[in-house]
């Protein structure tokens, strides 16, 4: 079966810095493509940010690059995204997401398996 379990959000104010994970198991670690995703209230789920777990390679959105990290720890099969700088924009639901074969990688649905979601709040 598998799970991604994303935990870390929570509440900080501008500026401050959050680190989310996403623990993955019931998959080949070795061969995805691991996603990241947000939602804010009353707006489409964009993608912000994504890992390649064979070789380490990353991308990001625009609207995050240099303020948002990815990584991963494969002996844990556990990706991070290490958001600093953080803006009340950037307040929504962050998810990752899954799948072996995923072109372009900020399209959700190129990706089968997602976690539950983990909320990350921004105050001015």
């Known amino acids: 079966q598998v799970q991604l379990v994303e935990s870390g959000g929570g509440s900080v104010q501008a500026g401050g810095s959050l680190r989310l994970s996403c623990a993955a198991s019931?998959?080949?670690?070795?061969?995805?493509?691991m996603g990241w995703f947000r939602q804010a209230t009353g707006k489409e789920r964009e993608g912000v940010a994504a890992?390649?777990?064979?070789?380490?390679?990353?991308d990001y959105a625009d609207s995050v690059a240099g303020r948002l990290t990815v990584s991963q720890d494969n002996s844990e099969n556990t990706v991070y995204l290490e958001m600093n700088g953080l803006e009340p924009e950037d307040t929504a639901m962050y998810y990752c997401?899954?799948?072996?074969?995923?072109?372009?990688?900020?399209?959700?649905?190129?990706?089968?398996?997602w976690g539950q979601g983990t909320q990350v709040t921004v105050s001015s």
């Open positions: 890992i390649y777990t064979r070789d380490g390679l990353t």
């Open positions: 997401a899954s799948d072996v074969w995923v072109d372009p990688w900020y399209e959700e649905s190129e990706y089968m398996y």
């Open positions: 019931g998959l080949t670690y070795s061969s995805l493509c």
